[in-house]
């Protein structure tokens, strides 16, 4: 039976079917209604919910619990991920798992509360300080909330990794009809965190490796540890790109939009595709150059709501072709006539 | 017999710590050490080595974990009260200790520490209070004596630059929630031993879930005073205690004192997963009943002033959708524009799934206000639909390329006697002429829909009202061919 | 109050593990019966360690609590005042 509510809702259906224990939040629009659900869910279903005074406060409770072994998450948006980032940069050192939901507004600074995608390059390429990745799913449905915050807690713990959910105000705002996974997810037996036991009193939870070689291969490790990570949970979603000569590529609300973009113009005879990455970390590089390399792929337009942040790394993967921008900002969120114009406009200008 | 010895709770060797696994990594005459032997003493009188977490800072004390054979985490600086909080949920007999410096815990970790105390966080703090940045080499703290150089006061601290110096103690027992909240000294033997009954007391607390403990330590950093390890015990005793009162500022936690403001927190444990199954998928009782099929996608816009119950009116009509097995999306217009000013919400219902949520050329307007039909008629496709308020538009129509249905709605609510619901008569209307929802869908899905189950009645109402007026006041077909938008 | 044992077949001394002594004095100062001394020896760790010299301790614990060093010195009480492995 399907149910409609809000993508940020949905968030902490799939979050507590992922089997999270905790939650720690603090307020900020877009992404409050989860820390709402959260107050709500997580108390009556035997789990704990906690407000915290900052996203500082907040990131560091997610490293305390985290490293007591629970499944932990928060929710916020740019400015709030901000102020993680030296948690984050922790608790990448520290390998622990958690996960984080980032619902996108305008900025920089406080910005205004309509949707953008421009915390791309702060969540996709780290955030904080050091040599370190988060894994990034890009949801563009409140179905796609829930399923891939489920999902998240698994590989969180797969990898020991934080897993983002990087959402935006629309999809986070969006109610769409959801279907509750039927199947609780639960933590693996984590023979490292800190259990208050015997078995884990020798256990240590630190980012410091005082020296040069051990830092570097505590590095190196994490890297093996991404280049794994690539091979293996790397998704995408492709729509009609067997024979598209103009290949959109966009994430979140905006492939919504270049979908029914991409829908007009096979309705015109265009032979136009979509490839949606699932995954921003690790990104679909592989199968954009394959696409490009093998296919009948002409020219690529990519649509984002920030400055071109994704169509950087589109174009490391397609270095033969001049990559369209196609951006908005401030919060603006094109139509999808809008988006055809533009990339009429930008094909024109080749 | 051996009467004093190292305790057990520190490792037998070093290992952690590389060269001179017997040592500690701190000066000659550092009150860390003094300090660590305290802590790891009265683990030891309680047995609970094996349960306890010691979270280490960011500061000279950063490698606690060299030494304590308990489990460590090593915190960012200043946040090991939010990490001690995170780990405080997760394990309630667990045994955890934040030990934090006065850069730590009273410069960067302010918030983190107020906010933990507050809370009453059943946990122990060992705040060592050294008035100096000793790690990185000697700079001002925030408890830095005024006159006292440093690298960053070569002058001297100034409070007129500077500020005064932070009393810790004095701040942390403002709070209701703390149970214990003493101030102690290393400046000699009887000082020490004083000291060490207080990190018993508070550790105590804790074992007993008394809650919230809170123990300064003055300090010595001889080298950052520049001092040798004796005349800098002379020189905290003569300079750091006046300023600093060595005191006990809150003792409620012994047995027969007063009660305190902590609250004691139940353990909890999550519900079996056939429960929560259940309970996440029972929320909505609107049953799926799949239609015959060949229903246009339908793009609907409405929009009036916040509390018209646009958003709502959104709701239910998707909530129809899906009871007919549809797909749809519904999009608000929301932020500051929800307070008192224009609302508007864009709802998609399709058989295939959607792509764009937005509604940027509706099928239908429904318009609960004169703003709004302004704002959104002129993007209304050719050959589609204008349901509106006429209660509160006083003008007639603007295309010939589209159907309109001026209908009184809020009239009709006033009438049946709930004025509010003129939303669900224009959906209603809008159902009656578009054929979709089904009206017998709408009213199943209103008594599911609605939050004031006492209004279903008066809802069921307005369904009626507006189909009645709908079947005497037939929609005409538009009066000219279809123009091109805008 | 602790005192030296009336008993002259039991002792109580302490032992400090010159390995381990970072020289600070502090114990020295602290002891109330001067038992402990700086000798004029260095240790591997380049410190001038501390000794135990006089008889009078009271394995009061006072040296023991003030040290900074977890493992540097060790009370004893009652020993046999045969006892030679100090
Ligand atoms: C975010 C951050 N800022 C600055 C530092 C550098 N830093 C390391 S220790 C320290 C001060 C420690 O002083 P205190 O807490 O008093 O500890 P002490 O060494 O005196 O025991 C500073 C500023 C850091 N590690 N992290
Ligand atoms: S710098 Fe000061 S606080 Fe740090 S180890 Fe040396 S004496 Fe102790
Ligand atoms: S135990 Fe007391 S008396 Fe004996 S050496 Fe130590 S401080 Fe002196
Ligand atoms: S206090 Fe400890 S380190 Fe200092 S001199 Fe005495 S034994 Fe040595
Ligand atoms: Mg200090």
Redesign the interface.
Known sequence: MKQLMKGNEAVVHGALVGGATHFFGYPITPASEIAHAAADFFPRTGRHFLQAESEVAAINMIYGAAGAGARTMTASSGPGVSLMAEGLSYIAGAELPCVIVDVQRAGPGLGNIWPEQSDYNMVVKGGGHGNYHNAVYAPNSAQEMCDMTARAFDIADRYRVTVFILSDAYIGQMMEPVEIPDSVHHAPTKPWALGATPETRDNLITSIHMSTADQAAHNWKLKAKYDQMEAEITDWEEVFTDDAETLFVAFGITARICLTAVQRLRARGVRAGLLRPRTLFPFPRTRIAELVEQGPVREIAVVELNDGMMADDVQLAAPSLRVHRLNWLGGQVPTAEQVLDMAAQKAGQR | ???????DA?YDTFE?K?A?Q???H?????????V???I?EAIDEFGV?????F?SPVGCS?FA?Y?F????????HG?AP??????????D???IISYQGDGDLAGIGT??I??AANRGENITVFFVNNAIYGMTGGQMAPTTLIGQHTLTTPTGRSAAIDGNPIGMCELISALSAPVYVERVS?G???R??KA?RAVRKALKNQIDGVGFSFVEILSPC?INWKL???DA?KWLIENLEPAFPVKSFRDTGTPGAVATARATREP????P?D???K???S??EI??IDRVTGLPEQRVKIAGFGGQGVLSAG?LL??C??SEGL??????S??PEMRGGTANASVIVSEES?????V?EPTTLIALNGPSIDAFEGSVVPGGLIVANSSLIDRGPARGDIRYCMIPASKIAQDIGFQGAANVVLLAAYAAIAGFPAIDILRRVIPHALKKKDLVDLNLQMVDAAVAFVAEHPVAAPSTAPQPIR | MASAPSNTNVRNFVRIDSCLCKGCKVCVETCPKHCLVIGSKMNQLGYQYARFEKETCTACGLCFYSCPEPGAITVYRNEPADREDV
Request: charged share 20%; aromatic share 6%; hydrophobic share 35%.
């Open positions: 017999m051996i009467k004093h010895k190292k305790p520190f952690r590389g001179g017997q040592t500690t701190y000066c000659p005459g550092c009150g860390h050490g003094t660590h032997k305290m790891a080595r094996d349960r306890t977490i979270c950063v974990y030494y054979d308990t489990g460590n985490i090593q915190c960012a946040r939010a990490v001690a909080t995170g780990m405080r949920r997760v394990h007999d667990a045994v918030a983190e107020i906010h290393l000699d033997g009887n020490v031993l060490r001889p040798t390890p004796m015990r909890s444990r999550p519900i997963d429960e929560l199954v309970l996440l998928g929320q909505s049953e799926t709701i998707a909530n959708a899906i797909h749809a999306t519904w999009l608000p929301y932020g959607i792509g764009s949520p937005l940027d």
